[in-house]
């Protein structure tokens, strides 16, 4: 990925990352697993499902220390087979 995160932000620092994907009981805690891999923590996602309940929109704030780190990140949450955006 050619990104400027190093450029624009000072790390360590906590970003939002929303995650947009099928609605499933599951995805909040797949989502949760990922992260738990490159940055373990405590996480408290907020859950919001699409008006016709079709997709859920997931936001989890993660203390993230590098580009390459966000960088790992989006591509890992990509990697779920639910996940349709992150943002």
Known sequence: MKTHFDELLDFPTVLNFKVMGL???????????ELQKHTPGDYVPKIK?????TYLSVSI???VTSKEHIETIYT????IEQVRYVL
Do not use: H, N
């Open 23 to 33: 609605a499933c009981d599951e995805l909040p805690d797949l989502i949760i697993a």
């Open 49 to 53: 499902p699409s008006s016709k309940g």
């Open 61 to 63: 704030a993660v203390t």
């Open 76 to 79: 890992t949450l990509m990697a």
